[in-house]
Nanobody
Framework: QVQLVESGGGLVQAGGSLRLSCSAS????????LGWYRQAPGKRRELVAT???????NYVDSVKGRFTISRDNAKNTVYLQMNSLKPEDTAVYYC??????????????WGQGTQVTVSS
């Protein structure tokens, strides 16, 4: 299986920046697409950004121009650089991957989540 461990969340004032990191480990054959989702209180979990193994990125409209997703394939790590943060970015951020394990199975895997709080 694949384990994902996030770090980098915290409390920041509006207009500030945070960088989230997520490292994958386990019985990995290949890390395919990596991404970040978020869930605010009382709301559904939403996609924030994804990045394919080839480096193609995709963002939800509300974060375009402010957030940047990147990955280090040598370290099996994905990052989310968040700039110009707004109070509405407050949520638990979850790392996600669609990856293949050594026994050949491909599945979705999730991290435990990291809290991001943006004060106004």
């Amino acid at each position: 299986q694949v384990q994902l461990v996030e770090s980098g969340g915290g409390l920041v004032q509006a207009g500030g920046s945070l960088r989230l990191s997520c490292s994958a480990s386990g019985n990995i054959f290949s890390i395919n697409t990596l991404g970040w989702y978020r869930q605010a209180p009382g709301k559904r979990r939403e996609l924030v950004a994804t990045i394919t193994s080839g480096g193609t990125t995709n963002y939800v409209d509300s974060v375009k121009g402010r957030f940047t997703i990147s990955r280090d394939n040598a370290k099996n790590t994905v990052y989310l650089q968040m700039n110009s943060l707004k109070p509405e970015d407050t949520a638990v951020y979850y790392c996600w991957t669609w990856s293949t394990v050594l026994d050949g199975g491909t599945d979705n895997y999730w991290g435990q989540g990291t809290q991001v709080t943006v004060s106004s």
